[in-house]
């Protein structure tokens, strides 16, 4: 099915709730519990953003739409809400009385928003509570930003921006910086997000354009802070694939406070449906907590803390792998039949202490005092054998051999062997400053950091095809990939900032932000500083709602222990920090349509990087060449619209256009005339030049729509869609290949159905009922890769008798179900 065929498919439904139109009548009255009538109480047709109020007689004549059902919802302060079902037909009038009762009900808290995300460059602004309804095998923050920016894989909670890998985001939660597991290879090992989206309370995320606050990295800021409770409350959740439960609350005297999480994930259904067959045991669980002392109006003191630890074990069984996509001989019907023997076991832990001292010296001046430890051991040990048989597969149901490798082409084996040890500690001591005078909001701070880092490496892969090692040489046992490390590196960091944003009181719709950052590194020697500027203008006489806003600045990237690793596993001294030139520019409109509110963001950006350490990526692994030896750039367009299509719930839709290039210094390769019987005639040195790098992704879409019965608001739905154009991939070792192989278009449909089981009207429920503090409990029902496509993320490489090499794809995950129930109190 073509793409632009599907989203209207998809779409189809809300384009119909959007055709109403009036033709028949509601009248009554509203009376309160005593017979007496109720002027203003609100009338909204269900999902519509506007309405009506009774007049001063509790009276009301209402045009409605006809031959079909909605709703109409009484509402008025101190009462408990009423919904009445219609369905009329073209001119027929329908007079009722309604009668609201009192409501015991607290008042909910109101949250007040600003247009902060409508004049910052890059900014935006994510609602945690679509974390829990947003239907993805991972779930969490990280699948909401994966609307914006796209992904090619459903299993892992990495994210690339705008050209960039994984490694060029920042992540902040409440502003001490996060980090990851670096040993992961394949998004099967990986465990939990850092972030508990349960705990969250903003979600800023900068896809370009960030102020000089912000790191040291040249991609993305994802900017996490977690709630401060006032009062007792809390969530629970079971699923099939997660559980998690959250705590919160105060003291009497509300100087404590303090928020817990604990998750649990098991992937284990998940995992099992994919092509290679076996015993799979993945586990990943946390622990999380902020707690708050408010020792006076002036001070107060945070402890946050964190412990994670996810396992992964595998004994695999077998795998079929059919078709190919890199052969002079290519044919739709090969296969690759592989039978394992060995196991994986893998082991990853993470820890994380935090404490701030806030000092509030006077109503403009705000000081904070960061101190903080991070501990990383990571530890992978496996020994795979797979022995296979590759050629023809019998695609033929009615054939006794359906199924079957017919023809063979190649046979062999192949021997996966490690034993990886990583242990990294981090040490770091922050200050930052805030000072409010007059239009200037002054920010500045500084940091040093100490990076311990010790790594114990040894990989290698034996091959065999038809009794021969490769690469074969006689007499000679050979190993086709070998990595021996043994690292130890002690690195010290030192950076800081200072900005202002100015906002001018003589044109208070044009705001200005400048700044920049120093950074020293002691395993570089390099001294880096980084301007950054910003603005934004909104028209003080123009009739839209639109602001424009821009950005420019300096973006550097220190190396850390990934970047500094050759694919031999020894570390380059020499590696130096990546660098940056970055612009963007857009404007964000606001408007209405069918009496709809959509808001519309448009920015456009180029890139230029010089010293960029190559990579390769592979699954989730990235691994760097460890030399600075390529410049890229980076260009494109995005473009998001929001919409509440229907009230209370918020959808919205990104598209991005991009290309992004390198060129790697002195890479060349040789081309080849040969005869007939395959020998060298003569040969031409050739420049590779410009070539895609692995990021670089045409078009990608994503759309996240929420929407719920026109009659009950109790029965949702939503709709996750991400659609990416290809990606190139790499042939291992080869330049004149490097990025030259296609990984084809990822495209992906989830969707959940929830439904409220229990209300939080309290008032019905008894002193004995189990339920009598819950708010509310809602059933979903997951629905993942709808359209059930095979979506590949990478190729295995195998060779026939005639040393013809080809590329069988791996899978990702097929259409699978999740129930999980989620409540809160």
């Given at each position: 099915?073509r793409?632009?065929?599907?989203?209207?498919?998809?779409?189809?439904?809300l384009t119909q709730?959007?055709?109403?139109k009036?033709?028949?009548?509601?009248s009554?009255?509203v009376?309160?519990e005593?017979e007496?009538?109720l002027?203003g109480?609100?009338?909204v047709?269900l999902g519509?953003?506007?309405?009506?109020?009774?007049?001063?007689?509790?009276?009301?004549r209402?045009?409605?739409?006809?031959?079909k059902?909605?709703?109409?919802v009484?509402s008025y302060?101190?009462?408990?809400?009423?919904?009445q079902n219609?369905?009329?037909n073209?001119?027929?009038?329908?007079?009722?009385i309604?009668?609201?009762?009192?409501?015991?009900?607290?008042?909910?808290n109101?949250t007040?928003t600003?247009d902060?995300?409508?004049?910052?460059a890059?900014?935006i602004?994510?609602?945690?509570?679509?974390?829990?309804n947003?239907?993805?095998?991972?779930?969490?923050v990280?699948s909401?930003?994966?609307?914006y920016?796209g992904?090619?894989?459903?299993?892992?909670?990495?994210?690339?921006?705008r050209?960039?890998?994984?490694d060029e985001?920042?992540?902040y939660?409440?502003d001490?910086?996060?980090?990851?597991p670096?040993?992961?290879?394949?998004?099967?090992?990986?465990?939990?997000?850092?972030?508990?989206?349960?705990?969250?309370?903003?979600v800023?995320?900068?896809?370009?354009?960030?102020?000089?606050?912000?790191?040291d990295k040249?991609s993305s800021?994802?900017?996490?802070q977690?709630?401060?409770?006032?009062e007792?409350g809390?969530?629970?959740?079971?699923?099939l694939?997660?559980?998690?439960?959250?705590l919160e609350?105060?003291?009497k005297?509300?100087k404590f406070?303090y928020?817990?999480g604990?998750?649990?994930?098991?992937?284990?259904?998940?995992?099992?449906?994919q092509?290679?067959?076996?015993?799979?045991?993945?586990?990943?669980?946390?622990?999380?907590?902020l707690?708050?002392?408010?020792?006076?109006?002036?001070?107060?003191?945070?402890?946050?803390?964190?412990?994670s630890?996810?396992?992964?074990n595998?004994?695999?069984?077998s795998?079929?792998?059919s078709?190919?996509?890199?052969?002079p001989?290519?044919?739709?019907?090969?296969?690759?039949?592989?039978?394992?023997?060995?196991?994986?076991k893998?082991?990853y832990?993470?820890?994380?202490?935090g404490?701030?001292w806030?000092q509030?010296?006077n109503?403009?001046l705000?000081l904070k005092?960061?101190?903080?430890?991070?501990?990383d051991m990571?530890?992978q040990?496996?020994?795979?054998t797979?022995?296979y048989?590759?050629?023809?597969?019998?695609?033929d149901k009615?054939?006794?051999?359906?199924?079957?490798?017919?023809?063979?082409?190649?046979v062999?084996s192949?021997?996966?062997?490690a034993?990886?040890?990583?242990?990294?500690?981090?040490?770091?001591?922050?200050?930052?400053?805030?000072?409010?005078?007059?239009?200037?909001?002054?920010?500045?701070?500084?940091?040093?950091?100490?990076?311990?880092?010790h790594?114990?490496?040894?990989?290698w892969?034996?091959?065999d095809?038809?009794g021969?090692s490769?690469?074969?040489?006689?007499?000679?046992?050979?190993l086709n990939?070998?990595?021996n490390?043994?690292?130890?590196?002690?690195?010290?960091?030192?950076?800081?900032?200072?900005?202002?944003?100015?906002?001018?009181?003589k044109?208070?719709?044009?705001?200005l932000?400048?700044?920049?950052?120093?950074n020293?590194?002691?395993?570089?020697?390099?001294f880096?500083?980084?301007p950054?500027?910003?603005?934004?203008?909104?028209?003080?006489?123009?009739?839209?709602?639109?602001?424009?806003?821009a950005?420019?600045?300096?973006?550097?990237?220190?190396p850390f222990y990934?970047?500094?690793?050759?694919?031999d596993?020894?570390i380059?001294?020499?590696v130096?920090a990546q660098?940056?030139?970055?612009?963007?520019?857009g404007?964000?409109?606001?408007?209405?349509?069918?009496e709809k509110?959509?808001?519309l963001?448009?920015?456009?950006?180029?890139k230029?990087?010089?010293?960029?350490?190559p990579?390769?990526?592979?699954?989730v692994s990235?691994?760097?060449?460890a030399n600075?030896?390529?410049?890229?750039y980076?260009?494109?367009?995005?473009?998001r619209?929001?919409?509440?299509?229907?009230?209370?719930?918020?959808?919205w839709i990104?598209?991005g256009?991009?290309?992004?290039?390198?060129?790697?210094?002195g890479a060349?390769y040789?081309?080849?005339?040969?005869?007939?019987l395959?020998?060298?005639?003569d040969?031409?040195?050739?420049?590779?030049?410009?070539?895609r790098?692995?990021?670089?992704?045409l078009?990608?879409?994503?759309m996240?729509i929420?929407?719920?019965?026109?009659?009950?608001?109790?029965?949702?739905?939503?709709?996750?869609?991400?659609?990416?154009?290809n990606?190139?991939?790499?042939?291992p070792?080869?330049v004149?290949?490097?990025?030259a192989?296609?990984?084809e278009?990822?495209?992906?449909a989830?969707?959940?159905?929830?439904?409220l089981?229990l209300d939080?009207?309290?008032s019905n429920?008894?002193?004995?009922?189990?339920?009598?503090k819950l708010d509310?409990?809602?059933?979903?029902?997951?629905i993942?890769?709808v359209?059930d496509?095979?979506?590949?993320?990478?190729?295995?490489?195998?060779k026939?008798?005639?040393?013809?090499?080809?590329?069988?794809?791996?899978?990702?995950?097929?259409?699978?179900?999740n129930?999980?129930?989620?409540?809160?109190?």
């Open positions: 099915m793409l632009p065929a599907f989203i209207c498919l998809l779409l189809f439904p709730l959007l055709a109403q009036p033709g028949a009548i509601v009554g009255r009376l309160d005593n007496k009538p002027a109480v609100s009338i047709l519509k953003e506007t309405g009506w109020v009774s007049t001063d007689s509790g009276t009301f209402i045009h409605v739409p006809v031959d059902a909605f709703a109409l009484f302060t101190g009462y408990k809400s009423l919904q219609f369905i009329l073209d001119k027929e009038e329908e007079r009722i309604i009668r609201l009762e009192k409501s015991d009900l607290k008042l909910e109101v007040v600003s902060r995300d409508r004049k910052e890059g900014l602004r994510i609602n945690p509570k679509d974390a829990i947003i239907p993805t095998p991972i779930g969490g990280e909401l930003i994966k609307v920016v992904s090619n894989n459903e299993l892992t909670s990495q994210y690339n921006v050209g960039g890998n994984y985001n920042l992540i939660v409440n001490f910086e996060i980090f990851r670096y040993l992961v290879s394949n998004a099967q090992q990986e465990g939990l997000s850092f972030i508990n989206p349960e705990m969250t309370r903003n800023n995320f900068y896809n370009g354009g960030f102020q000089a606050k912000y790191g040249i800021v994802l900017d996490i977690y709630k401060k409770p006032t007792f809390g969530s629970a959740y079971i699923g694939l997660e559980q998690g439960l959250e609350g105060s003291s005297n509300k406070s928020i817990v604990a998750r649990n994930r098991s992937f284990s259904n998940l995992l099992s449906s092509e290679t067959k076996g015993n799979y045991i993945p586990s990943s669980s946390d622990a999380q907590g707690f708050t002392y408010q020792f006076n109006p002036k001070n107060s003191l945070e402890l946050f803390g964190v412990y630890q996810t396992s992964f595998l004994i695999p069984l795998a079929q792998l078709t190919a996509v890199f052969s001989y290519f044919s739709a019907n090969l296969g690759l039949d592989i039978f394992f023997s060995g196991q994986e893998d082991k832990k993470t820890g994380f202490v404490l701030t806030n509030q010296i109503s403009n705000k005092w960061m101190l903080s430890s991070f501990s990571e530890s040990n496996y020994d795979i797979g022995d048989l590759f050629g023809e597969r019998d695609f009615s054939s006794a051999d359906f199924g079957k490798i017919v023809n063979p082409l190649g062999g192949n021997q996966n062997f034993r990886d040890n990583l242990d990294i500690h981090l040490y770091s001591f922050a200050h930052k400053g805030y000072f409010n005078k007059n239009n200037h909001f002054f920010q500045w701070g500084a940091a040093a950091e100490l990076q311990t880092i790594d114990q490496l040894h990989e892969i034996y091959e095809s038809v021969y490769l690469p074969y040489q006689p007499g000679a046992l050979n990939y070998v990595v490390g043994n690292n130890n590196l002690n690195i010290g960091r030192f950076n800081g900032f200072f900005q202002d944003n100015i906002n001018f009181k044109n208070p719709a044009f705001s932000q400048a700044g920049a950052r120093l020293y590194n002691t395993f570089t020697k390099q880096l500083v980084s950054r500027m910003g603005i934004s203008w909104k028209p003080a006489n123009s009739k839209q709602d639109i602001i424009y806003k950005a420019i600045g300096i973006y550097d990237q220190p990934r970047e500094l690793r050759a694919p596993g020894t380059n001294p020499a130096k660098q940056s030139f970055q612009a963007t520019a404007f964000d409109i606001n408007f209405h349509q069918n509110p959509f808001r963001s448009v920015e456009a950006y180029y230029d990087l010089w010293n960029v350490n990579y390769n990526i592979n699954n990235i691994q760097y060449d600075n030896n390529a410049k890229a980076a260009v494109g367009v995005e473009g619209l929001f919409a509440n299509l229907v009230k209370d719930a918020e959808s990104s598209i256009v991009m290309q992004t290039k390198e060129k790697i210094k060349s040789y081309d080849y005339t040969i005869d007939s395959n020998r060298p005639l040969s031409t040195l050739v420049q590779q030049g410009w070539i790098r692995p990021t670089d992704r078009l990608t879409l994503g996240f929420q929407d719920y019965l026109s009659t009950n608001k109790n029965f949702k739905v939503y709709l996750n869609v991400i659609y990416g154009s990606l190139p991939y790499s042939v070792g080869s004149k290949y490097r990025n192989l296609i990984i278009p990822y495209i992906r989830d969707v959940g159905f929830s439904a089981l939080n009207d309290k429920r008894r002193s004995h009922n189990p339920f009598r509310n409990i809602w059933l979903t029902l997951e993942f890769n359209i496509r095979e979506n590949t993320i990478s190729y295995l490489f195998v026939d008798f005639s040393n013809v090499t080809y590329a069988m794809p791996q899978r990702l995950t097929p259409r699978l179900l129930l999980k129930l989620v409540t809160r109190f």
